[in-house]
């Protein structure tokens, strides 16, 4: 065997920290990328990365805070031994970031200055002014510069990865990728293949991620075997910016400054907001939650603004949904200097001044937790057991997962500032395990063998390719398909589920690829064809979408960013104390027959059909015990005061540990 | 009050008969390299909150020009469309700037007839609006534009910063390497090396490079060499840089028309980076001098 070569899809936090820890360690790195790697989706990152430092360790928080958040805010979802991992590697990171040369901002002293974030009561996060996902993905795509500049690494920037190439034993030995200006395939031979492609946003249409983010590679991974993990939760952002390209997220901070949501009474109301009385205006949030107003936590907005306009009819306009944002009852001088960064925002892309005119906005799709399913090895103190083969390895030998693209680390919801991290900690994590493997990944027979294999999967690709190009009569334009698709799933896979919505959006799916078959190409050519390879990328977005709408309609509970209203637990009702306590005892036994049955991710693997199957895996929540989330529950103290009562009777030690963990609220 | 309402409800149904109107855009497009560029004509349903990006994506869906003939997408490259990963970079009515934030409402104010995109003309064409901008990422290796670390394992904090040095430093480290600085710069010129048909991949990618390393670095490199250098660990081979900033295609090129500066879409202060190594290479050549 030559020195051995690891072949790594996608540049962005985890494909760039992977590239260069395997670099540092000697191995030469093929680092396939839809776009420059400088230009990935990491850039679009704004608020910061989580870690503990020697300033919140000294008002008690600690690596086991930082891990318990991430548990809670992700619902339990999540195995807890990479969780525990993660958390333990966080100050190694932010110290190598701040090593590389973020700029990251800082005390009057110099130190690095550190805010606070949702799902926490520490100011655990460092941040590089408002661009903290794109200074960190600069400080590694220099580093991996430095490496290309002396030969460990090799750059396929304006690639497509295809399909991995797989031996008759199963084990994944390289991939099929293509060059998208001149079009030609190329077959790479690898001792091992890491996937970094990111999250799938683009199946829902319009999202705030970027338009690379199809997630095609993900896809054409999982229809040649690997599983898919927890693919029904999806994170949607409550207040974003809707654009006809692109939906920009508009931060939290525009309603923690005083902004209020509301919506004309009169459906579709034509006159401008600013003319529209007190009286006919309906401020829904504050209306529904007297105690938070427009502060809600993210889901509750999340969800209330969606249903509004979708069950209620109230959207601000008819053909795009909406609601206001209104900020124009504060003085200006206020909103500049408390908002200005985030308002030349809407500035720069409505062409709108939010000062004068209220906001139009909507949530929008922003992060996959699922992804992937992939491996670990369990160390003997909780952790992952650091170089184990199996570290982030998915069901395909040989094929490793890293990033938004795996499944591990945020649970049904994902905390603010924590994707930065787990991409980078991954992305370093993985590099020692992969190396690991290359052992495991001897013994293939000779060399015409394995030429082959790779002939036959690129004479695959080639005349796959072909056959769109030659395709002639189909009546289906697939930037049309792509916009039906998106429709189908923000109606049913987003904010609020319903099962008779979900079977339904799935048939749809299922006819909406079969149309897709259909389609016919506007350009034939063989030259920077972005037409074909557009086509071929929503060809493989219907598998997800398979997967994201079979999860979230088989799992009847509510988790995270998963909510069923059908099978919400609505808070205590009773008025006497004893009908109270009765309620909050029954709560907690509804509570935990839901553990149960439903602390599970679910895993899809593709059937021989093309449909999902879907089976369920238990979640190692071996350290740190379950507990309900109670936000703006009726009744939440009473339940609480159940429920620890119930872990105190139980064992000694959880019901210590239950009392000594905040019910942190507000997560997400 | 009713009659306000009715004046707003008549002058809306005067806006919505804007709404159903047509934007003329007019392409510049380019099968391949080396082949003859090429006008076509577009019609593009007017809709608001429009950006070139979403007119664009209008005109792949559709692959219809004006005259009503079948035509191939018009192929452009962008990702994050807000900004911050540098792909967009066109002409959009002759000046260099960003797709994705050049709004279709305030271009129809400079000009109603129509509007007009063309590829960058700085940077060699690869089909229609997608140009090669290899370039732009050899120049951040020729001045070495990152912290020579040891390497990434752990060894603490890096060096204490000031704030005031952030502050300096942030802006710069914004650069989206998105090359409307070049684009605008009257100094840097177009370099396109085609591959000779005896020539193999490693041969041509060799060649290409030295012709890319005879031609200016331009204000985006330079204004990364200035904030390597102003870094702690990162001046450490300031002198390194200092040398590639100064030698053939450096910063005495620079022509001091200062166009960088007014198209950059990030407000980069990219002259006084510029000033900063005019400077820098001053010093260190008289430095140079008595050191010999």
């Keep these: 065997m030559s020195q051995p070569r690891v072949l790594v899809i996608g540049g962005g936090l985890a494909g760039l920290s992977a590239t260069m820890r395997l670099a540092e360690l000697g191995i030469g790195v093929d680092l396939v990328s839809l776009v420059p790697v400088k230009r990935s989706h990491s850039v679009c990152a704004q608020g910061g990365i989580n870690s503990v430092n020697s300033l919140t360790r000294q008002q008690g928080d600690s690596e086991w805070k930082h891990f318990d958040d991430t548990v809670y805010g992700g619902d339990f979802l999540q195995h807890q031994p990479p969780v525990k991992e993660m958390a333990e590697w966080g100050p190694r990171i932010i110290d190598l970031m701040d090593r590389l040369g973020v700029p990251f901002n800082r005390t009057p002293e110099g130190f690095r200055d550190q805010r606070r974030f949702g799902g926490t009561l520490y100011k655990r996060t460092a941040f590089a002014g408002a661009t903290t996902g794109q200074q960190l993905l600069y400080a590694l795509d220099e580093q991996v510069r430095r490496y290309e500049v002396e030969g460990k690494v090799k750059k396929w920037e304006f690639w497509d990865f295809l399909e991995p190439v797989l031996d008759e034993s199963g084990r994944c030995r390289g991939a099929i990728c293509q060059d998208l200006v001149t079009m030609q395939f190329r077959a790479f031979p690898a001792d091992a293949v890491i996937l970094a492609s990111g999250g799938c946003g683009l199946l829902y249409g319009r999202s705030t991620m970027s338009m690379v983010c199809t997630g095609s590679a993900v896809s054409r991974a999982y229809q040649s075997g690997a599983a898919y993990g927890n693919g029904e939760f999806i994170q949607v952002h409550p207040t974003a910016i809707p654009g006809a390209d692109k939906l920009r997220l508009m931060s939290e901070s525009a309603r923690g400054e005083g902004g209020r949501v509301w ?22 949030l504050e209306e529904r939650y007297p105690k938070y107003g ?6 509750i907005a999340t969800r209330e603004i969606f249903d509004i306009c979708t069950n209620e009819g109230l959207s601000v306009e008819k053909d795009r949904l909406c609601v206001y944002l209104d900020l124009t009852h504060l003085s200006r001088e206020t909103l500049d200097r408390k908002l200005g960064g985030i308002l030349e925002i809407y500035e720069k892309f409505q062409g709108v001044d939010p000062r004068s005119v209220p906001m139009k906005i909507f949530p929008a799709v922003h992060y996959s937790m ?22 982030h390895q998915t069901t395909i030998p040989g094929l490793y997962a890293i990033g938004e693209c795996d499944y591990q680390y945020h649970g049904a919801n994902r905390l603010g500032a924590n994707s930065l991290l787990s991409c980078i900690f991954s ?10 493997s290359f052992d495991l990944a001897r013994g293939w027979g000779g060399g015409g063998h394995s030429g082959q294999v790779f002939e036959r999967a690129t004479g695959r690709q080639e005349e796959r390719h072909e056959s769109f190009l030659s395709r002639r009569g189909g009546r289906e334009n697939p930037y049309s398909l792509h916009g039906e698709l998106g429709d189908i799933m923000t109606r049913a896979a987003t904010v609020v589920r319903r099962n008779d919505q979900l079977r339904k959006a799935y048939d749809d799916v299922c006819r909406l690829e079969e149309r897709w078959r259909e389609c016919s190409l506007s350009d034939t050519g063989n030259w920077t064809n972005q037409n074909v390879v557009f086509t071929k990328s929503l060809g493989d977005m219907f598998p997800i979408a398979k997967v994201i709408l079979k999860g979230a309609l088989l799992r009847d509970e509510c988790r995270g960013a998963h909510y069923k209203p059908e099978f919400a637990m609505p808070g205590i009702a009773a008025t006497s104390p004893d009908e109270q306590r009765r309620e909050a005892e029954a709560w907690c ?18 059937g021989p059909d093309g449909h999902p199957e879907i089976s369920y895996e238990d979640v190692d929540s071996s350290l740190i015990p ?7 529950l009726v009744g939440a103290e009473l339940i609480e005061e159940v429920w620890k009562e119930r872990q105190a009777a139980r064992t000694p030690a959880s019901a210590e540990a239950a009392g000594r963990q905040p019910m942190t609220v507000g997560a997400g | 009050m009713i009659r306000a309402v009715e004046t707003d409800v008549a002058a809306t149904d005067a806006d919505s008969s804007v709404a159903v109107k047509t934007i003329r855009v007019r392409v510049l497009r380019q099968d391949a390299p080396g082949r003859e560029s090429y006008w076509e004509r577009h019609d593009v349903p007017y809709e608001p909150n429009m950006n070139i990006i979403s007119v664009l994506q209008k005109i792949a869906a559709k692959a219809t020009s004006a005259d009503g003939r079948a035509v191939p997408p018009v192929a452009w490259d962008c990702s994050c469309l807000e900004e911050v990963c540098g792909s967009c970079t066109m002409l959009v009515n002759g000046r260099t700037r960003m797709a994705c934030s050049a709004l279709v409402d305030k271009l129809l104010v400079e000009n109603a007839d129509e509007i007009v995109i063309e590829p960058m003309t700085k940077f060699p064409v690869v089909r229609d609006l997608v140009v090669d901008r290899r370039r732009l990422f050899r120049s951040l290796e020729r001045v070495k534009a990152w912290v020579p670390v040891d390497g990434s394992y752990d060894q ?10 952030q502050e300096d430093a942030y ?15 009257p100094q840097f010129t177009k370099i396109e090396v085609i591959r000779r048909d005896d020539e193999s991949q490693e041969e041509f990618d060799a060649r290409r490079k030295a012709a890319f390393d005879k031609g200016f670095l331009g204000a985006h490199a330079i204004s990364q060499a200035m904030l390597f250098n102003a870094h702690p660990t990162g001046g450490m081979i300031a002198d390194e840089r200092l040398k590639a900033v100064t030698s053939q295609g450096g910063i005495q090129m620079c022509g001091n028309a200062q166009n960088c500066v007014a198209v950059c879409p990030k407000q980069i202060p990219l002259t006084r980076s510029i000033a900063r190594a005019g400077r820098a290479a001053t010093l260190w050549a008289i430095k140079r001098l008595f050191d010999r």
């Design chain 1, 263 to 284: 919506v004309p009474r009169i459906p579709q109301d034509s006159r401008d907001p600013r003319q529209i009385p007190e009286a006919e205006r309906c401020y829904f």
């Design chain 1, 589 to 606: 036994d509804r509570f935990e027959r839901n553990t149960a049955k439903w602390l599970k991710s679910s895993i899809a693997k593709v």
């Design chain 1, 370 to 391: 699922g992804g992937l399913w992939v491996d670990y090895e369990r160390s003997g103190s909780g952790g992952m057991v650091e170089g184990s083969p199996r570290n």
């Design chain 1, 626 to 632: 379950p507990r309900p989330r109670l936000y703006g």
């Design chain 2, 171 to 185: 802006p710069l480290s914004t650069c989206i390497s998105c090359g409307c600085c070049l684009e605008a710069c």
């Design chain 1, 294 to 299: 427009n502060l809600v936590p993210r889901d």
């Design chain 1, 427 to 436: 992305g370093l994590f993985v590099a020692p395990s992969v190396i690991s």
């Design chain 2, 156 to 165: 603490g904090p890096g060096p204490r910063i000031s704030p005031k040095e």
